[in-house]
């Protein structure tokens, strides 16, 4: 937890060398592993003072909350990024997040005239446009209709985009933060849209929140009949203000903000309709000049979450177990290889079970370090056998000037002191 | 959400018979649906106050928090059941669970001294007794082995106990709330046991939490070598403290009280310690005056979540969606009938995907309901073949004085009014 926790045990106590390398060879620990010496005991400490105390009952937190020792486990957010913390964006702590799911307390938050507080006994979906019987929902008849749960991810369009000129954000939380997964639950969209009635005609769907911004996005009536969400459940729980309580639309694989939240308003039409959040923003200027429209999906991309600049290698040479998250808009991540030499050479990782579609994906692989700089990268396949690109690549095509759509290849870089940095390989 | 809500509707606005009834022989919703006149419109409603301005920015809240009018959606409490609430068990308001995901902030607690705040940079686990080099580990020196992530429920022993004797508690969240679902992530004990190297004669593993209780309980090594976690994650973030923080043993399928929390010592021996919690406490005194011990598997189970008493029919005749989960301490549920008619008979419900071993797993029911009044049930089957028992089944091994293992089909018994009440069929 703490390098003083390290220190307490007059050593490093790491597991040490001639049993990380059996499970380099073999992928298990059988009997007879070697430890360091200064780990071993016999007996334990002296009792602590919440051994020998009683704590609080079951009745003053009817909501839980999570350790005082883990308040730095927090979003966050970068001031200079936008004008108003009300459009604005808070970074997930990936680095603290140890499995597939994010914690909806983590989750990151983005919205463009603030965190509505939306009353849901008030609150309505209507469905209409080039419909056969246009509808208008209360939660209470919402809710009545056959739903789903689901995982996936969600992740905004401009992930990354502050590295696109240069590597700057020396943070995890802040280069990758803009990405969380969760269980949804909720209404398919193409249950909604069969009890309407869409007219021969309806090719296009304009999705709209009820925030002050009434964020508005086109949608092809093809994604929308495929597997898109209308959902009221996140992680157990209803969703949170911030995600779009009481109701918000989920689009698998496809950029954060078409998954609109507040929804109340769901538009048929034959052609999309060019608005202001698909035109003047989330559109991606070429060197060439001319802008790309409509580019929905998230392409894959990983990243390693241990070791990385918040979490550096504190305890010196020896075993560490590098781990990482990998994502993909197409579908199933099908594979993650990793590098310690800057991407000359690379490992195959393995993929945690289940392995879900447009879902985050947990890769692990067990390392033994040198005390040597390295450069750490990840790199993601996908089962479409697209190939996560270095940034190099990604410039040829976009030019150094987007803002959206960075995939690319991070490096970490290690330093002899265990510290590690955000750098980017010409 | 509200009877109020719906009730500005101008009628029920529930979907119509005639699309129900082909969403029942189909199972899908295709174009030319019927609904309700009272809920076809045109145009949305005037917008309401938040949909006209801004709402607070992000950095008000960088820890998430629920909405405001989710304040009843709670863990609770039955006073009369302990002496103390530093001895006692708060219950997961599963009626407000929409997925497979307990939310940590709902996750019931149950604890025998009091909820511990334990300081992560002093913590240490001792691994020691019939070993060949016990270990003394910190949480850094823990988190470096390679690690899993994995979704398993916990269930109390005494998940149902009050309902033993007779029906009495009318509420989902106290029959059935002492059970949660999360993805935990931590390192395999069968790792930290080939660390420290199991002697021939070590058959049985005591695990000692670091709570003023000192709750332990002896384990079979069997168990402890197959698929128990020492656990640092729960569902994307760090475990709560009432789960342990900063870490807990999680014994798949097995009675949540031996998957110790603030697990602070491992120690393995020859045959069973026979401790005070599995011998005064957690066995079954059966009618015949014997008791039973070590009874660790919580066998198949399931219950409909809605509708249950805190969640009635409150929009009248008609269609509505039969929700519920299931799980097993065997493995994966392999099936769940539900009965409207008591018992007599039963259709298939469906599984939500992806189904996971000793995980909670989502069933649904297309129904509609006439409007007069039916008792709901629901049965699960595992993939052992194995099939959930009723009350009266159950009581002729158990008797009536029994606290644990209660894994009966629960009865709702829905009025016509809408309102549903625990009951039990003889």
Same mark, same amino acid.
């Not at 308003?265 to 035109?279: F, L, M, Q, S």
């Given at each position: 937890?703490?390098?003083?926790?390290?220190?307490t045990?007059?050593?490093? *106590?790491?597991?040490?060398?001639?049993?990380?390398?059996r499970?380099?060879? %073999?992928?298990v620990?059988?009997?007879?592993?070697?430890?360091?010496?200064?780990a071993?005991?016999?007996?334990?400490?002296?009792?602590?003072?919440?051994?020998? %105390?009683? *704590?609080?009952?079951v009745?003053?937190?009817?909501?839980?909350?999570?350790?005082?020792?883990? +308040? !730095?486990?927090?979003?966050?957010?970068?001031?200079?990024?936008?004008?108003?913390?009300?459009?604005?964006?808070s970074?997930?702590?990936?680095? !603290?997040?140890?499995?597939?799911? %994010?914690?909806?307390?983590?989750?990151?938050?983005r919205?463009?005239?603030?965190?509505?507080?939306?009353?849901?006994?008030?609150?309505?979906?209507?469905?209409?446009?080039?419909?056969?019987?246009?509808?208008?929902?209360?939660? !209470?008849?919402?809710?009545?209709?056959?739903?789903?749960?689901?995982?996936?991810?969600?992740?905004?369009?401009?992930?990354?985009?502050?590295?696109?000129?240069?590597?700057?954000?020396?943070?995890?939380?802040?280069?990758?933060?803009?990405?969380g997964?969760a269980?949804?639950?909720?209404?398919p @969209?193409?249950?909604?849209?069969?009890?309407?009635?869409?007219?021969?005609?309806?090719k296009?769907?304009?999705?709209? *929140?009820a925030?002050?911004?009434?964020?508005?996005?086109?949608?092809?009536?093809?994604?929308?009949?495929?597997?898109?969400?209308?959902?009221?459940?996140?992680?157990?729980?209803?969703?949170r203000?911030?995600?779009?309580?009481? @109701?918000?639309?989920?689009?698998?694989?496809?950029q954060?903000?078409?998954?609109? +939240?507040?929804?109340?308003r769901?538009?048929?039409g034959?052609?999309?309709?060019?608005?202001?959040?698909?035109?003047?923003?989330? %559109?991606?200027?070429?060197?060439?000049?001319?802008a790309?429209?409509?580019?929905?999906?998230?392409?894959?991309?990983?990243?390693?979450?241990?070791?990385?600049?918040?979490?550096?290698?504190?305890?010196?040479a020896?075993?560490?177990?590098?781990?990482?998250?990998?994502?993909?808009?197409?579908?199933?991540?099908?594979?993650?290889?990793?590098?310690?030499?800057?991407?000359?050479?690379?490992?195959?990782?393995?993929?945690?079970e289940?392995?879900?579609?447009?879902?985050?994906?947990?890769?692990?692989?067990?390392?033994?370090?040198?005390?040597?700089?390295?450069?750490?990268?990840?790199?993601?396949?996908?089962?479409?056998?697209?190939?996560?690109?270095g940034?190099?690549? @990604?410039?040829?095509?976009?030019g150094?000037?987007?803002v959206?759509?960075?995939?690319s290849?991070?490096?970490?870089?290690?330093?002899?002191?265990?510290?590690?940095?955000?750098?980017?390989?010409?």
């Amino acid at each position: 937890m703490t390098q003083e926790a390290a220190g307490t045990e007059e050593g490093s *106590g790491a597991p040490a060398m001639a049993s990380r390398r059996r499970l380099l060879r %073999t992928g298990v620990v059988a009997g007879g592993a070697m430890l360091a010496a200064s780990a071993r005991a016999a007996s334990p400490p002296d009792d602590p003072m919440w051994s020998r %105390t009683l *704590g609080p009952g079951v009745a003053d937190r009817p909501y839980g909350q999570p350790s005082q020792y883990e +308040k !730095d486990a927090i979003r966050r957010y970068v001031p200079w990024l936008t004008q108003s913390t009300q459009s604005d964006v808070s970074f997930t702590p990936l680095q !603290d997040q140890p499995g597939i799911l %994010t914690a909806n307390g983590f989750f990151y938050e983005r919205y463009h005239s603030g965190r509505p507080s939306v009353d849901p006994a008030q609150h309505r979906l209507l469905i209409h446009g080039l419909v056969d019987r246009p509808l208008l929902l209360s939660m !209470d008849q919402l809710q009545r209709f056959p739903s789903v749960a689901r995982i996936h991810f969600l992740e905004c369009a401009a992930n990354g985009g502050p590295e696109w000129p240069a590597a700057q954000l020396n943070s995890l939380q802040f280069t990758h933060g803009m990405v969380g997964c969760a269980e949804w639950v909720g209404v398919p @969209l193409s249950t909604l849209l069969g009890e309407v009635g869409v007219k021969k005609e309806g090719k296009w769907v304009l999705v709209e *929140g009820a925030d002050g911004a009434h964020m508005d996005r086109s949608l092809p009536i093809e994604k929308c009949l495929d597997d898109c969400l209308v959902v009221w459940g996140q992680n157990g729980e209803a969703l949170r203000p911030e995600q779009g309580f009481p @109701l918000r639309l989920i689009v698998p694989g496809w950029q954060g903000n078409v998954s609109v +939240k507040w929804l109340r308003r769901i538009e048929v039409g034959a052609t999309p309709w060019y608005t202001r959040e698909e035109t003047g923003k989330y %559109t991606e200027l070429l060197p060439s000049g001319k802008a790309l429209g409509f580019t929905w999906v998230n392409e894959a991309k990983s990243v390693l979450t241990f070791p990385c600049p918040e979490k550096p290698l504190t305890s010196g040479a020896g075993f560490y177990e590098l781990r990482g998250l990998a994502w993909s808009g197409r579908g199933k991540i099908r594979q993650v290889d990793v590098s310690t030499d800057g991407g000359v050479s690379y490992t195959r990782a393995a993929l945690q079970e289940p392995v879900l579609t447009k879902a985050l994906t947990r890769f692990t692989l067990p390392w033994r370090w040198d005390g040597k700089p390295v450069l750490l990268q990840s790199r993601a396949t996908d089962e479409t056998g697209y190939v996560q690109p270095g940034i190099a690549e @990604l410039r040829k095509v976009m030019g150094t000037g987007s803002v959206y759509l960075n995939n690319s290849i991070q490096t970490w870089q290690v330093l002899a002191d265990g510290s590690v940095n955000n750098v980017q390989l010409s």
